[in-house]
């Protein structure tokens, strides 16, 4: 099988909705420093580019939480690991996430670091996939509610592939003809 990259998101696109969510995160934290927490690897484009945007003072840290593995679906087990150097006491805190699906992932990891007593607590992802759904989990900023289908690009891979790609797109198989 081989793959093909049908095109959802242009780059330009996805860069004029992060500079408009920085722009509510700017209004609602002035005067605040805030901490962007970004979930390792795929949430690391957009946090990046969404800090470039931020007006308000900054601290960023990297956690990496996972249910996927190299699949295509989530196996529904969470692997957290890389928090021990993550401090969310008494901080503003800013979950980014690459995309939210079933929202099992983002549901443990906000109720594990809101026991750990932050100022404030907010989630924020570039893609939300509400269809597929089966945790309830409250998303604070979302970039692009974007269909049930597998997508990679800015961020966003199948086994570890296509995370360089600037635009998005759903991820497309095809056989092999020989």
């Known amino acids: 099988m081989n793959e093909e990259v049908k095109i959802l998101l242009e780059e330009q696109q996805i ?12 209004q609602e934290y002035e005067g605040k420093e805030i901490y962007l927490l970004s979930i390792l690897k795929g949430s690391v484009y957009f946090a990046c580019e969404l800090s470039k945007h931020l007006t308000v003072p900054v601290k960023l840290g990297f956690m990496s939480v996972s249910s996927y593995g190299d699949g295509l679906t989530s196996s529904g087990a969470v692997t957290i690991s890389g928090d021990a150097d993550v401090e969310v006491q008494g901080r503003h805190v800013i979950v980014i996430e690459d995309i939210i699906d079933t929202g099992r992932t983002l549901s443990f990891l906000m109720n594990m670091l809101a026991k750990r007593k932050p100022e404030s607590l907010k989630l924020c992802t570039l893609l ?4 597929r759904r089966v945790v309830d989990v409250v998303v604070d900023y979302v970039g692009f509610e ?11 891979d199948y086994a570890q592939k296509y995370r360089n790609l600037p635009c998005i797109g759903e ?3 095809k056989e092999d003809r020989q």
Do not use: H, S, Y
Not at 15 to 26: C, D, L, P, S
Not at 147 to 154: A, E, N, R, S, Y
């Open 15 to 26: 860069i004029t909705r992060v500079k408009e969510i920085a722009g509510q995160i700017n």
């Open 171 to 173: 991820l497309v198989f």
């Open 128 to 131: 939300d996939k509400p269809d």
């Open 146 to 156: 974007v269909p049930d289908k597998f997508l990679v690009g800015f961020g966003l």
